[in-house]
T-cell receptor, first 111, second 118 residues
Framework: KQEVTQIPAALSVPEGENLVLNCSFT??????LQWFRQDPGKGLTSLLL?????REQTSGRLNASLDKSSGRSTLYIAASQPGDSATYLC??????????FGDGTTLTVKP | EAGVAQSPRYKIIEKRQSVAFWCNPI?????LYWYQQILGQGPKLLIQ????????DSQLPKDRFSAERLKGVDSTLKIQPAKLEDSAVYLC????????????????FGPGTRLTVL
C-alpha cells in the first residue's frame, strides 16, 4: 500500500527566503507525481506534474524534483512572497492508476 | 476553458439524512475522481471513473456511499444515511487520458462541497 508523507506539517518563513518542501513515498513504482496548492476553503490548484521518467520540472519560481529510487520529491520555492502562503500537497499516481495524497505542508510567509 | 464544476458548495444535514453531490468535469476529460478531504488531511480517493466505468472504488464505503457516471460525463455522489464522521469536503477532479493503459495525466480539481453532518 502506497504511503505518502510530507514533512514538515507547517512552516513559517520571512518574505524573500528560499524554501524546500518535502514529499516521500513508500512504493517507487509510480507513474507520475503532482504538486498542488490549496488555499483555505478552496479546491486544489495544480502546480507541477512530473512523469516518472523526468528528474525535475520548473514553473516560474517553483522547481520540483523527483528521485524515484529514494522515494522522494521536493518542491523548491524561490524568493517566497506572502501570496505563497497556502497548503502544499503532493500526490503520487502508481502504475495501477491510483492517486495517494500526503497530508500537506502549511506554509506561512510573513511580510 | 471551463474548469471542473461542483454543486452545491455547502450542505448541512442531520445524521441519517441523505445527500447528493454533483460534478461536471472539464470537457473531454475521460477520467473523473471523487475524493473526501477531512480537515487537516490530504484528499482520500473514494472512486475513480474511466468514461462511465469504475476503475477503483476500493475505499468507497459501499454500505452508505454510491456514485454514478451514467453517460460518461457528469457524475453524482450520494451518501445515505449520513454519519457524523462524513463531515468533510468532497472534491471532484478530472484528467485526460491519452489511451495508454497507464497514462494518467494532470488532475484538475473543482472547488469542492463542504458537508457538515449534525
Amino acid at each position: 500500500k502506497q504511503e505518502v508523507t510530507q514533512i514538515p506539517a507547517a512552516l513559517s518563513v520571512p518574505e524573500g527566503e528560499n524554501l524546500v518542501l518535502n514529499c516521500s513515498f513508500t512504493d517507487s513504482a509510480i507513474y507520475n507525481l503532482q504538486w498542488f496548492r490549496q488555499d483555505p476553503g478552496k479546491g486544489l490548484t495544480s502546480l507541477l506534474l512530473i512523469q516518472s521518467s523526468q528528474r525535475e520540472q520548473t514553473s516560474g519560481r517553483l522547481n520540483a524534483s523527483l528521485d524515484k529510487s529514494s522515494g522522494r520529491s521536493t518542491l523548491y520555492i524561490a524568493a517566497s512572497q506572502p501570496g505563497d502562503s497556502a497548503t502544499y500537497l503532493c500526490a503520487v499516481n502508481t502504475n495501477a492508476g491510483k492517486s495517494t495524497f500526503g497530508d500537506g505542508t502549511t506554509l506561512t510567509v510573513k511580510p | 476553458e471551463a474548469g471542473v464544476a461542483q454543486s452545491p458548495r455547502y450542505k448541512i444535514i442531520e445524521k441519517r439524512q441523505s445527500v447528493a453531490f454533483w460534478c461536471n468535469p472539464i470537457s473531454g476529460h475521460a477520467t473523473l475522481y471523487w475524493y473526501q478531504q477531512i480537515l487537516g488531511q490530504g484528499p482520500k480517493l473514494l472512486i475513480q471513473f474511466q468514461n462511465n466505468g469504475v476503475v477503483d472504488d476500493s475505499q468507497l464505503p459501499k454500505d452508505r456511499f454510491s456514485a454514478e457516471r451514467l453517460k460518461g460525463v457528469d457524475s453524482t455522489l450520494k451518501i445515505q444515511p449520513a454519519k457524523l464522521e462524513d463531515s468533510a469536503v468532497y472534491l471532484c477532479a478530472s484528467s485526460s487520458w491519452t489511451g495508454d493503459l497507464h497514462s494518467y495525466n494532470e488532475q484538475f480539481f473543482g472547488p469542492g462541497t463542504r458537508l457538515t453532518v449534525l
